[in-house]
C-alpha cells in the first residue's frame, strides 16, 4: 500500500493529502537526479580536485544513489551545477580545511565574465 493510500485511509486533511503526495512526486520523479546531483555536489567536486577520475565519480555516484547516468550526461549535469552554484555566488568548500576549490572558482569566474560581456554588448 503506498503512502498516498494509507494517509487517504486515516482520513487526514486535504493539506495533508496535498504536501505526501507533493513528497512522493519530487522523490520518484525525474528530478531525483537533479536532486541528488546537487546534494552530491560537494562531495563530488572535493573529490575531483584531488584526482580522483571522473569516471569512478560516476561510478560511486551511481551506486550509491541508485542511478544509471552516463559519462556524458554526469559531466552535463556538474557543468550545469557549477554554473548555477557560479550565478548564485555558492562556491564549493572543502569540508576538511575551508578552501575554496579552484573548479568552483573557476567556474564562478567564467560566468561572471560571460555575465560582463553581455551586458557590453
Known amino acids: 500500500m503506498s503512502v498516498f493510500s494509507e494517509t487517504v485511509a486515516g482520513n487526514p486533511s486535504p493539506l495533508k493529502k496535498l504536501e505526501l503526495a507533493l513528497q512522493n512526486e519530487l522523490v520518484g520523479s525525474k528530478h531525483k537526479k537533479d536532486t541528488d546531483i546537487v546534494e552530491a555536489f560537494p562531495t563530488i567536486e572535493q573529490h575531483l580536485v584531488r584526482k580522483v577520475p571522473v569516471k569512478v565519480a560516476l561510478e560511486?555516484?551511481?551506486?550509491?544513489?541508485?542511478?544509471?547516468?552516463?559519462?556524458?550526461?554526469?559531466?552535463?549535469?556538474?557543468?550545469?551545477?557549477?554554473?548555477?552554484?557560479?550565478?548564485?555566488?555558492?562556491?564549493?568548500?572543502?569540508?576538511?580545511?575551508?578552501?575554496?576549490?579552484?573548479?568552483?572558482?573557476?567556474?564562478?569566474?567564467?560566468?561572471?565574465?560571460?555575465?560582463?560581456?553581455?551586458?557590453?554588448?
Do not use: S
Open 60 to 121: 560511486m555516484f551511481n551506486v550509491a544513489y541508485g542511478h544509471k547516468i552516463h559519462p556524458p550526461r554526469f559531466r552535463k549535469m556538474l557543468e550545469d551545477e557549477r554554473k548555477r552554484r557560479a550565478e548564485f555566488g555558492e562556491v564549493v568548500a572543502c569540508t576538511a580545511c575551508g578552501q575554496q576549490l579552484m573548479a568552483a572558482v573557476t567556474a564562478a569566474n567564467e560566468v561572471n565574465e560571460a555575465n560582463g560581456q553581455e551586458e557590453e554588448q
